[in-house]
């Protein structure tokens, strides 16, 4: 039973675990796909306060780009400020209070091509004015062999000087840069870090794990690989790291697929050593638990992820735990109290 929607999150309901524990979310996404081409098509205000208002006391979220209510018409560059300008009302709107006390994308990511050098500054100009929740943008640098992962980029963009121009623009403006990409391009994310020391980089979903297609019954490959490029980007101290996106299909668990929807403790036995990995790698002050709704909200319910999220974290101290479930993302993303 595939994507089976809340009806079948709901077949597995816990207690919330510590239901007063502050929570930043610091990934997801809104948007509004005609015609329908993927699950939960439709996420929008109601649908994400109806997830972070399930028990856990998720005080603030960021909002990033999802290619999502584009301008229809004007130059392309300019085109994703209107991703910005619509997110900022909902933001507004769920600033009024009247869906309770969390405010949703208390910072908004948004999109600029950094393959426009120098030039990038007048999109993101416009991106600022556009909302004064704007923190940066975030640019998917994913390229992959596998024909089943949708390439993002060419191969290399991170060592394109043009490209690198681009981010030093968002780093004399006090932005910064999240990025997704694919497992195997983590040594050269280390590179494109150490090139650009002044710009804060926030590396999305634990590094873009793939444990399908090509990358299927390879772990042997495959985790080393990884840990190897998780190290490499943690030494690069302008560098944070997203814990989270293991409920998308890519990771290969195919929790979407069971009859009942996993539970909190085998899920967090089944992330632990991912995350354990990345956090000792990082410290947790440069870690950030996140959602990643809707995409992950295909394998797990919003309650269920963050009740694996605490008792993953159960054998850290008071602080690493604040750090990682809210403090990290609300410094990262200028997110007042």
């Known amino acids: 039973m595939p994507f089976g929607g809340n009806d079948w999150l709901a077949l597995n309901e ?21 015609p329908a081409s993927i699950p939960y098509q439709r996420y929008l205000i109601h649908e994400l306060m109806g997830d972070i208002g399930s028990g856990h006391n998720v005080r603030s979220t960021v909002f990033v780009e999802a290619r999502s209510m584009y301008r229809a018409a004007g130059p392309a560059e300019m085109r994703p400020v209107g991703e910005v300008e619509f997110v900022n009302g909902l933001a507004a709107a769920g600033a009024s209070g009247i869906y309770g006390p969390s405010r949703p994308a208390s910072a908004i990511v948004g999109h600029a091509d950094l393959k426009l050098g120098d030039d990038v500054v007048g999109v993101l100009e416009a991106l600022q004015a556009a909302a004064g929740r704007f923190r940066g943008i975030r640019h998917n640098v994913t390229w992959s062999p596998d024909p089943t992962l949708e390439n993002r980029e060419t191969e290399g963009i991170m060592a394109n000087e043009t490209f690198r121009a681009g981010a030093r623009v968002l780093a004399r403006m006090g932005l910064s840069l999240d990025t997704m990409l694919s497992f195997p391009q983590l ?151």
């Open 187 to 337: 040594p050269e994310l280390a590179d494109f870090a150490r090139a650009v020391p002044d710009l804060p980089i926030i590396l999305n979903h634990l590094g873009g794990v793939s444990r399908t297609g090509i990358y299927a019954g390879r772990d042997d490959e495959v985790i080393p690989q990884w840990r190897e490029g998780i190290a490499a980007v943690a030494a690069c101290p302008n560098v944070v790291c997203k814990v989270g996106g293991m409920g998308m299909p890519r990771w290969g668990f195919g929790w979407w697929q069971r009859e009942t929807p996993i539970g909190s403790e085998e899920l967090a036995d089944a992330m632990a050593p991912w995350m354990n990995y990345a956090i000792e790698q990082f410290g947790p002050d440069r870690c950030m638990f996140e959602s990643n709704f809707p995409p992950d909200k295909v394998s797990f319910s919003y309650n269920v992820m963050y009740n694996a999220f605490k008792r993953l974290s159960q054998n850290y101290s008071a602080s690493e735990r604040a750090d990682m479930l809210h403090d990290t993302a609300a410094r990262v993303y200028r997110i007042e109290a």
């Open 14 to 34: 816990e207690p919330t675990l510590e239901p007063e524990s502050p929570i930043c979310d610091p990934h997801h996404h809104f948007w509004d796909r005609r």
